[in-house]
């Protein structure tokens, strides 16, 4: 009898072992999923921070290369020329973000996305004013051809080119100057509150050294 007993303590005790062993290879298997997903959430963090960087130095360049020249001229949409803005977007990748619903910061992944929204649209009206101002050129060289007139007045430009193509190269760069100051603005912002969250959420996360971005403000820009 003392040998059944001590085969099924033996057995329960074997049993118990593995279900011991099992549990704590599964809250092990648990921590390191959790350390994964912090690691991983800080790095996307610190890429949100690069991208933000990245496209604030766009628009920077921008405004001081092209736009800051004529900021104050009352033909600006006409002696601005047609510029190209070089190199791919970085994608903003918000997917990755949805963790700062659990934040102080909540409402920042809405602010991202209007933000990304916002430069966009600024490389898409830059893209589109180049044509039609490279149009209203053409046609206005063409004109000039055939009239021997190759000064005008900026009435006379606007006959020239049409009142249509005058209004849009008028509305365009309007909109490229507002937006770009605007989005600069923004993405000072965002960027100070993605910093916020790495800071508070993720203090181990190595953050870029950057000046301070007052350093380089908007009234430095156009």
């Known amino acids: 009898m003392n040998e059944w007993v001590q085969l099924g303590l033996g057995a329960i005790g074997a049993g118990s072992g593995t279900a011991f062993g099992a549990w704590a290879a599964f809250r092990i298997e648990r921590a390191d999923k959790r350390a994964r997903e912090h690691v991983a959430r800080g790095e996307a963090l610190r890429r949100c921070m690069f991208v933000l960087l990245a496209r604030r130095t766009v628009l920077m360049n921008i405004s001081r290369q092209h ?3 004529f900021a104050d001229h009352p033909l600006r949409h006409i002696t601005l020329q047609p510029f190209f803005v070089a190199g791919d977007e970085l994608p903003l990748e918000l997917d990755a973000l949805l963790f700062i619903f659990d934040s102080a910061e909540a409402n920042l ?3 991202l996305q209007v933000h990304s929204r916002r430069y966009r649209t600024i490389l898409w009206a830059i893209e589109f004013r180049n044509r039609v101002h490279l149009e209203g050129q053409e046609i206005a060289a063409q004109l000039a051809s055939a009239t021997g007139e190759t ?7 606007r006959m020239l080119v049409g009142p249509h ?13 507002e937006s770009v100051t605007a989005a600069i603005e923004e993405i000072d912002s965002d960027y100070r509150a993605v910093e916020a969250v790495a800071v508070a959420m993720f203090p181990e996360v190595k953050l870029f050294k950057v ?3 007052a ?3 908007i009234g430095d820009a156009v």
């Open 211 to 213: 000046r301070e971005l």
């Open 165 to 177: 193509r005058w209004a849009q190269l008028k509305d365009l760069t309007d909109s490229i100057y």
């Open 215 to 217: 350093a380089q403000s």
């Open 67 to 69: 736009l800051s020249h």
């Open 109 to 111: 992944l809405n602010r």
């Open 151 to 157: 000064e005008g007045t900026a009435e006379q430009f």
